[in-house]
């Protein structure tokens, strides 16, 4: 089993920053991917950024050039998500998600983040 941990949200004005971080622990063996997604009411929760055990890194074209998904270099199932130039339309819950192999999602509990206009 994979206990995974969001910290990091909270209520920030348009265009300031917040930088979340997932921690995986317990049984990461065969982690292959570490998911950032967001969820609105109403709406599917949709993937904002992943980072794969070999450094690959994919973000949704909505935050690109604004979001950062980083691993902590000390903990390899540690990943941050820095968020910059936040806009009102990036207000939602975040979960992270640890994919192991074969098909194992591992998701969080979540953590708002409120953009304020």
């Known amino acids: 089993q994979v206990l995974v941990v969001e910290l990091g949200g909270g209520l920030v004005q348009t265009g300031g920053s917040l930088r979340l971080s997932c921690e995986a622990s317990?049984?990461?063996?065969?982690?292959?991917?570490m998911e950032w997604h967001r969820q609105v009411p109403g709406k599917q929760r949709e993937l904002v950024a992943s980072?794969?055990?070999?450094?690959?890194?994919?973000y949704a074209d909505s935050v690109k050039g604004r979001f950062t998904i980083s691993r902590d270099s000390a903990k390899e199932h540690t990943v941050y998500l820095q968020m910059n130039s936040l806009k009102p339309e990036d207000t939602g819950v975040y979960y992270c998600?640890?994919?192991?192999?074969?098909?194992?999602?591992?998701w969080g509990q979540g953590t708002q983040v409120t953009v304020s206009s």
């Open positions: 998600n640890a994919f192991r192999l074969p098909n194992d999602n591992n």
């Open positions: 980072i794969t055990s070999g450094g690959k890194i994919k």
């Open positions: 317990g049984n990461f063996f065969s982690i292959a991917i």
